[in-house]
C-alpha cells in the first residue's frame, strides 16, 4: 500500500540553525511527493514538490530531493528562521495512490531566537 | 482570487445531533477533496468529488457520513448522528482537475467538537 513516514517531533532548533526533517515513503510505481507547511489555526499550504527521482523541490529556502534509491525524501533549510514554526507535512500522491494524498503525521517545529 | 473557504471555523456539537461542514472550492476548481486530522495525528483521505459526482469514496466511514458537491453551490460533508470519535479537524481541498501532478489547494478547515 501507500504510506508516509515523517520524523516524530516536536523539533526545536534556534534562529539560523540547520533543518532537517526526515521523511521516507511507500508506494507503487511513481508518485509525485510533496511538503506542506501548516500555521497555527490556518490550512495546509503547499511548500514545495517533486513529480519524479532526482527532482530536487525548493522554495523559500526549504529544499528537499526524491530519492528512488532511498524512498525518501527529506525536507532542509539552511538556516530556520523564528517565522518558520509550524507543523509540516509531507505526503505522496499519483500512480498507484490515484488522486488520493497520503500525508505523514506531521513534525511540529519551534524556531527559537 | 479567493482561496478554498470552509465554514464554518468551528462547529459544537452534542453527541446524537447533525454535523453540517461546507467547502467552497478556489475560482475555477471543479474538483473537492474532504480530509479529517484527528488529534496528534496526520490528514487521511476520506472522499473525492466532481460537481454532481461521487469519484473516490474509499476513505468515508461506511455509516453516518455523506458529501455532496451539487452543480450549484458548495460541497457539503455531512455526519449524522455526531459521536465523541467523530471530533476532529475536517479540511477540504480543491484542484482544477484530478491528474495527479496537481497540487492541491487546502481551505482553513473546521474544527468539530463533539460533547
Known amino acids: 500500500g501507500n504510506s508516509v513516514t515523517q520524523m516524530e517531533g516536536p523539533v526545536t532548533l534556534s534562529e539560523e540553525a540547520f533543518l532537517t526533517i526526515n521523511c521516507t515513503y511507500t508506494?507503487?510505481?511513481?508518485?509525485?511527493l510533496f511538503w506542506y507547511v501548516q500555521y497555527p489555526g490556518e490550512g495546509l499550504q503547499l511548500l514545495l514538490k517533486a513529480t519524479k527521482a532526482d527532482d530536487k523541490g525548493s522554495n523559500k529556502g526549504f529544499e528537499a530531493t526524491y530519492r528512488k534509491e532511498t524512498t525518501s525524501f527529506h525536507l532542509e533549510k539552511g538556516s530556520v528562521q523564528v517565522s518558520d514554526s509550524a507543523v509540516y507535512f509531507c505526503?505522496?500522491?499519483?500512480?498507484?495512490?490515484?488522486?488520493?494524498?497520503?500525508f505523514g503525521t506531521g513534525t511540529s517545529l519551534t524556531v527559537i531566537p | 482570487n479567493a482561496g478554498v473557504m470552509q465554514n464554518p471555523r468551528h462547529l459544537v456539537r452534542r453527541r446524537g445531533q447533525e454535523a453540517r461542514l461546507r467547502c467552497s472550492p478556489m475560482?475555477?476548481?471543479?474538483?473537492v477533496y474532504w480530509y479529517r486530522q484527528l488529534p496528534e495525528e496526520g490528514l487521511k483521505f476520506m472522499v473525492y468529488l466532481q460537481k454532481e459526482n461521487i469519484i473516490d469514496e474509499s476513505g468515508m466511514p461506511k455509516e453516518r457520513f455523506s458529501a455532496e458537491f451539487p452543480k450549484e453551490g458548495p460541497s457539503i460533508l455531512r455526519i449524522q448522528q455526531v459521536v465523541r470519535g467523530d471530533s476532529a479537524a475536517y479540511f477540504c481541498?480543491?484542484?482544477?482537475?484530478?491528474?495527479?501532478?496537481?497540487?492541491?489547494?487546502f481551505g482553513p478547515g473546521t474544527r468539530l467538537t463533539v460533547t
Open positions: 508506494a507503487t510505481g511513481y508518485p509525485s
Open positions: 481541498a480543491s484542484s482544477p482537475a484530478g491528474l495527479q501532478t496537481y497540487e492541491q489547494y
Open positions: 505526503a505522496l500522491s499519483g500512480s498507484s495512490a490515484g488522486n488520493q494524498f497520503y
Open positions: 475560482k475555477g476548481h471543479s474538483h
